[in-house]
T-cell receptor
Framework: DTEVTQTPKHLVMGMTNKKSLKCEQH?????MYWYKQKAKKPPELMFV???????INESVPSRFSPECPNSSLLNLHLHALQPEDSALYLC???????????????FGPGTRLLVL | GQNIDQPTEMTATEGAIVQINCTYQ??????LFWYQQHAGEAPTFLSY????GLEEKGRFSSFLSRSKGYSYLLLKELQMKDSASYLC???????????FGKGTTLSVSS
């Protein structure tokens, strides 16, 4: 089983709203990732958590706040977003943190976010 | 800088064979991945190469030449459902995550 789940599937929010995206995996993976993907563009890495600690932050604006409550869960808290933040937000996980030999990343279905 | 190049679009017919090329210039190399992504869906892992040579998985094969900074994904016996975007991604070194190419959109027609 290589399933990564994400909720919600779709989200519409205003620029003053606060919302959270959730990601869950039960594969025992110790690295989890958030990517942002705009239409017809490749995924762009936002954050990496290794063993529940933030290891990579790709200079993401503070209106995006990640959280890893435990080894199976990864959240992305959203606040005061801009319309240009509208995109598909993908969560991924891998067995080992970046740099290990077993780091094939498996992606969740994504949350399609629209900021009005 | 980091550079991963793939053709933007390719077309092919059902039953044919297609090769999608990927060239990369990165500061370090520690593995190359191919993903398939259907419109509106998440990327799905297809293959992983870290050593030179060919990796075969059913209808899909991936080849790597580290000295040339080159990989290809070979799709055989094409089916309509293979119409998708194919993403090449490179892992540069320990402690870094994947860098994705812009993807190749493959259209398979009957």
């Amino acid at each position: 089983d290589t399933e990564v789940t994400q909720t919600p599937k779709h989200l519409v929010m205003g620029m003053t709203n606060k919302k959270s995206l959730k990601c869950e995996q039960h594969m025992g993976h110790r690295a989890m990732y958030w990517y942002k993907q705009k239409a017809k563009k490749p995924p762009e890495l936002m954050f990496v958590y290794s063993y529940e600690k933030l290891s990579i932050n790709e200079s993401v604006p503070s209106r995006f706040s990640p959280e890893c409550p435990n080894s199976s869960l990864l959240n992305l808290h959203l606040h005061a977003l801009q319309p240009e933040d509208s995109a598909l937000y993908l969560c991924a996980s891998s067995q080992a943190p970046p740099g290990g030999s077993q780091e094939t990343q498996y992606f969740g279905p994504g949350t399609r976010l629209l900021v009005l | 800088g980091q550079n991963i190049d793939q053709p933007t679009e390719m077309t092919a017919t059902e039953g044919a064979i297609v090769q999608i090329n990927c060239t990369y210039q990165t500061s370090g190399f520690n593995g190359l991945f191919w993903y398939q992504q259907h419109a509106g869906e998440a990327p799905t892992f297809l293959s992983y190469n870290v050593l030179d040579g060919l990796e075969e998985k059913g209808r899909f094969s991936s080849f790597l030449s580290r000295s040339k900074g080159y990989s290809y994904l070979l799709l055989k016996e094409l089916q309509m459902k293979d119409s998708a975007s194919y993403l090449c991604a490179v892992r540069r070194q320990a402690g870094t995550a994947l860098i994705f190419g812009k993807g190749t959109t493959l259209s398979v027609s009957s």
